[in-house]
């Protein structure tokens, strides 16, 4: 099935440091997620995006629903040892009425 | 905590059995949806259910099925087990199908097929 190509794969971070990963797809969503999951745990959702353009924060972290609909970013400012861990992106289309994630960023930081 | 339940929490079985996961959804979510997480296949959707009825299937194997009975509870069966299922299975819920599609996932169950 189809997978949203995330970037980066992994990143290694100091303590303090903001971080931004994006996700971009080759079709058109409606609807953009971010989760975080932790080892041996379920995803956790972060934010939802409903609207092309749409900029939301929820604390440290703001994600961004990208104009063309097919990519979306999501930025965590001065990151904390608890912000270690894999994020997800996921999208979702009417058309296919089902969510497609994507492939995973894994973030460390380094205290 | 999400909400979501699901059992067991570790499963080990061996090639060739048959095998049912369950999921609790979050009270008043209507919709489930099933996933499988490998090491090397990141999050594959399996199937989606909406108040008992099948509504979307992704991915899903010929040798697993799955159904939600009337109270929204669901059940992934996975049959003549081979290697490659070694999994984390996720069960999500959400709302409903147009009102809300922020899914909720529960803890997983690890399946280790050997």
């Known amino acids: 099935g189809q997978q949203l190509n995330q970037s980066p794969q992994s990143m290694f971070i100091q303590e303090g440091e903001d971080v931004s990963m994006n996700c971009t797809s080759s079709?058109?969503?409606?609807?953009w997620l971010w989760y975080k999951q932790d080892p041996g745990e379920g995803p956790v959702l972060l934010i939802a995006?409903?609207?092309?353009?749409e900029l939301t924060s929820n604390g440290r972290l703001t994600a961004q629903f990208g104009i063309t609909r097919k990519d979306s970013f999501l930025n965590i400012s001065a990151s904390i040892p608890s912000d270690v861990g894999i994020y997800f992106c996921a999208g979702f289309s009417n058309t296919g009425n089902q969510f497609y994630f994507g492939t995973g960023t894994s973030l460390t930081v380094i205290p | 905590d999400s909400g979501v339940t699901q059992t067991p929490k570790h499963l080990i079985t061996a090639t060739g059995q048959r095998v049912t996961l369950r999921c609790s959804p979050r009270s008043g979510d209507l919709s489930v949806y099933w996933y499988q997480q490998s090491l090397d296949q990141g999050l594959q959707f399996l199937i989606q259910y909406y108040n008992g009825e099948e509504r979307a299937k992704g991915n899903i194997l010929e040798r697993f099925s799955a159904q939600q009975f009337p109270d929204l509870h669901s059940e992934l069966n996975l049959s003549s087990l081979e290697l490659g299922d070694s999994a984390l299975y996720f069960c999500?819920?959400?709302?409903?199908?147009?009102?809300?599609?922020?899914?909720?996932f529960g803890p997983g169950t690890r399946l280790t097929v050997t």
């Open positions: 999500a819920s959400s709302v409903g199908l147009r009102e809300s599609y922020e899914q909720y």
């Open positions: 995006l409903y609207k092309a353009g």
């Open positions: 079709s058109i969503f409606n609807t």
